[in-house]
Structure formats: C-alpha cells, structure tokens
C-alpha cells in the first residue's frame, strides 16, 4: 500500500500537555517503554482566522487522505472539540467546579493532538536550532508555537506526526493557579515565639 503524506502548518497555536525535550511519562494507557512518544496537545482558537483556514485544511486533506486509501470515517477523531471537553466537565462537587475553572482554556476552541516516536525538531524564533542537552526547555502549557505536522495514513486511517514545533510567543500559563504565597497557607508568626518552637518538637527534620 502507498503511503500518501499531506503537511499541515500550524501558525500561533497555544501549547498544551508539553512532552517535546523527552518522552512522555509511562501511565496506565502507554505502560510499556515502546508505546511512549514526544506528543503535545495545540489549541486552535474558533475566532482566530488562520486556525480557521488550519481547521479547514485539516478537514480537507483527512476526506483526500482517506478517499486514498478506500476507507470512510477515521477511526478516531483528528479534531476534538473543546466546548464539549468543558461541558463534559463534572463540576457537581468543590473540586470539579475548581477543576473547570482552571480550564476556561477550552472553550471557543479545537484541540489537536500529534506525536512522534522520533525526537521533533525544536526552534525558537528567527529558525535558531535548540539544543535539549545545552538549552532550556521553553515550551510549557500557555505558551504559543508555530507547529508542522504530517497527516499521513495507514491501512485503517490517518495518524498525525510531530515534525517541527517552533517558540513563537509566552502566554498565560494553563491551569497554573498563579505564584504560590506561604501567606495563604501560614500565620506570620514571630520566628522567637513559643507556638513556632513548640511546633518543632520532637520533629525529626533531616
């Protein structure tokens, strides 16, 4: 079977669930070393009109792409709604309504998500190469990326590779909750006074 490949370019897609400098982590679903890959989710913006146009031409070259191969409906959908990964949210109790609130992020969006087994290639602005054994890591969830994928099938459908994603831009990071402040958590309390020695007694700290 001829394996048949269409490109799609992803302009100022915002990042999310980041494993670009290594391999996700192994879980329940990848529970064995082979089945991990470098994947990222991008989240694609309803109002935004190159995403739009992206969104098309993603629609357009699946119909190609499985016309190619005499195989109707994708087994699995290219694009996820992100409206309906919102409203799927359970917010009947304190936690799920803190839980959907952290991710306002979806909706008005599609969410698409592409791998590669293969280490992608990185860059940051103006083409510069990274170097994940010298250079931080820039990518986190919030920020925005140019991104090349490659729609390309199989004997039952279409799978979607990483090929290149490239800084573009920081942004608000997702589901971050803002800095930390002890404040919060703590009284101020004197560091001489008697509650902030009791609370240490008999405390093994090392």
Known sequence: ??????????????????????????????????????????????DNEKHIEVVKNIREAEKKLLKDIGVKTN?????????????AIDDSTEKGK?????????????????????????????DKVLDIEVDKNPFYA????????????????????????????????LSGGGALKASDHFEDEDEDSATAVDDFNDVDLF
């Not at 087994?75 to 409203?87: A, K, M, Q």
């Not at 279409?158 to 831009?169: C, D, E, N, P, T």
Request: glycine letters at 4%.
């Open 98 to 126: 803190l839980n959907k609130s952290k991710k306002e992020y979806l909706k008005n969006s599609w969410l698409f998500k592409a791998k590669s087994k293969f280490p992608v290639q990185l860059q940051l602005r103006g």
């Open 1 to 46: 079977m001829i394996q048949n490949k269409i490109q799609i370019a992803i302009p100022r897609a915002r990042l999310s669930f980041p494993h670009l400098f290594e391999k996700e982590p192994l879980n329940k679903y990848n529970n064995l070393e082979e089945a991990r890959s470098y994947v990222a989710t991008f989240i694609l913006s309803k």
């Open 75 to 87: 087994p699995h959908n290219l694009l996820i709604c992100g409206d309906n990964e919102y409203d």
């Open 142 to 173: 919030g920020c925005y990326v140019n991104v090349i994928i490659t729609m390309t099938t199989y004997s039952k459908g279409i799978s979607k590779y990483l090929q290149l994603v490239q800084f573009a831009k920081d942004g608000e990071r």
